[in-house]
């Protein structure tokens, strides 16, 4: 089992930054990537960002590319989305997620990942 927690979720104006944290415990030795998500009120989950935990390797929506940078912190277990020059449309619940490796492993695809955190809003001001 993986256990994950965001954090750094809240409110801010157009053009600001936020930075997400997602904490993994557990069995976290057995993580493949983490991925960040997010979901807006009457709309439907929307991959955000990806990395693979080994390589690095990241992967990113194109809403988001430019903007947003996903990294890994592997002494801490700790995931991180910096988010930069935010614009309203970016307003949702963001979700961590992580892949053991168990399923095939597609970057954008929810059904690759295994564990789920609880989310942290996101909500900017125009």
């Known amino acids: 089992q993986v256990q994950l927690v965001e954090s750094g979720g809240g409110l801010v104006q157009a053009g600001g930054s936020l930075r997400l944290a997602c904490a993994a415990s557990?069995?976290?030795?057995?993580?493949?990537?983490m991925g960040w998500f997010r979901q807006a009120p009457g709309r439907e989950r929307e991959f955000v960002a990806a990395i693979r935990w080994s390589s690095s390797t990241t992967y990113y929506s194109d809403s988001v590319k430019g903007r947003f940078t996903i990294s890994r912190d592997n002494a801490k277990n700790t995931g991180y989305l910096q988010m930069n020059s935010l614009r309203p449309e970016d307003t949702a619940n963001y979700y961590c997620a992580a892949s053991t490796g168990r399923r095939t492993y597609v970057f954008d695809l929810a059904a690759s990942y295994d564990y789920w955190g609880q989310g942290t809003q996101v909500t900017v001001s125009s």
């Open positions: 557990g069995r976290t030795f057995s993580n493949n990537a």
